[in-house]
């Protein structure tokens, strides 16, 4: 007999995650590079210190103040089409992910389907795995952008109860245009499904790609994922959201466990709101960034895939894992994921980019 006695299915599987190596150059995993001000480390800090004072209580299980700052963020990418987001509409969670894992124990489960569209992702599976819901998976056409009558047509033949579409994609980079979503959310709306656009890069988005959010007035069956561990430099707070119709939040409240989110987290978070523009002051910095990589990389015969993101998906390398290990070799860690032959690099500072160009350049002029 096996030990420890694991669900059949998990036996011998690795746990999901990227190395966390302590080298110079980090660019792996799609992390703001710029840390919060001493300022705003006070004012974090303050209020976590008043939360403190009450840590023998529970936390607000509704985080009510934190769905209010949440709503009049969001409602800034709303503003132009005429509305506001509620707080009745925003549900928050330990990081995106766990919002993401909310919805599948409430819209998932034995007998119920979800799809993505690869490649994507690689979480995806995983939610659906664990939360015993079959999994199927769609294919993006060579350049990484969604046939969008391919992704209808196998939405309506299987019928999925969730549809899990990022926008910006990881790893590639692609966003979706709006009508696109629009086509695929009337195609799951059709027979009672959801579609989830997970914006967790959104705020990186090229002009002229407007959110989601948008599409929430007309679609009841859409949920638009956001969260703060991207552009808002808040990875180490693990706070995830959503905007959805309020039926929705209901049925996650039914799965969510009791007090899912600390005082803590709650007090961390709200006070990084307080802090929006400074912490989401490099994001153009870090476009531009990208969008001079993007060149760079195609300069030196590379293949790059358009990004609306703050990282750059590049190849293709015969031996993807030799040119990562090289890489490394130079004290610079990029991501070995998405189809075989290409490597993704987060965006750095400009000083971590120079280090990843020059990093690069050598590997590139050794002979294999
Ligand atoms: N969605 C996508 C597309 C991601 O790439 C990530 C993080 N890599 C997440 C969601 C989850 O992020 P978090 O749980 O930190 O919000």
Not at 211 to 228: F, G, Q, W
């Amino acid at each position: 007999m096996d030990f420890p006695p694991i669900r059949e299915e998990l036996r011998g599987l690795e746990p999901y995650g990227a190395p966390q190596l302590d080298v110079p150059v980090q660019l792996n995993t799609n992390e703001n590079p710029y840390g919060p001000s001493e300022a705003c480390a006070d004012d974090i800090a303050a209020s976590v210190r008043e939360a403190a004072l009450t840590l023998n209580r529970y936390p607000d299980r509704e985080h009510v103040a934190l769905r209010e700052a949440l709503a009049a963020y969001l409602s800034r990418d709303t503003v132009a089409a005429g509305f506001s987001i509620t707080p009745e509409q925003v549900w928050a969670a330990n990081g995106s992910n766990e919002v993401m894992l909310q919805l599948l124990q409430a819209f998932g489960g034995p007998g119920r389907t979800a799809c993505s569209f690869a490649p994507t992702y690689s979480m995806y599976p995983e939610y659906a795995r664990d939360t015993l819901t079959r999994w199927v998976t769609g294919h993006r056409a060579e350049d990484f952008s969604l046939d969008v009558d391919a992704a209808r047509e196998l939405i309506e033949a299987e019928q999925p109860s969730v549809v899990l579409l990022p926008s910006p994609n990881n790893p590639t980079g692609t966003a979706l245009p709006p009508d696109a979503i629009e086509v695929l959310c009337k195609a799951t709306g059709a027979y009672g499904g959801l579609l989830v656009v997970d914006e967790a890069y959104t705020e990186f988005r090229r002009e002229g790609t407007p959110s989601a959010l948008e599409l929430l007035p007309t679609h009841r069956n859409l949920v638009v994922s956001r969260t703060m561990s991207k552009a808002f430099a808040l990875a180490g707070g693990r706070l995830g959201y959503l905007a959805a119709d309020p039926a929705i939040l209901d049925a996650i409240r039914v799965v969510r466990l009791p007090y899912h989110l600390s005082s803590v987290t709650q007090a961390a978070a709200l006070a990084a709101l307080r802090h929006a523009p400074e912490l989401l002051g490099k994001v153009d910095d870090l476009r531009r960034e990208r969008d001079d990589v993007v060149t760079w990389l195609r300069a030196q015969g590379l293949e790059v895939a358009d990004s609306d993101a703050n990282f750059v998906l590049y190849g293709r390398f015969e031996d993807r894992h030799a040119h990562w290990e090289a890489l490394l070799a130079h004290g610079v860690l990029v991501r070995e994921v998405g189809p075989a032959g290409w490597l993704r690099v987060s965006i750095g500072t400009p000083e971590e980019m120079a280090a990843f160009r020059d990093a690069t350049t050598a590997v590139l002029a050794t002979p294999a």
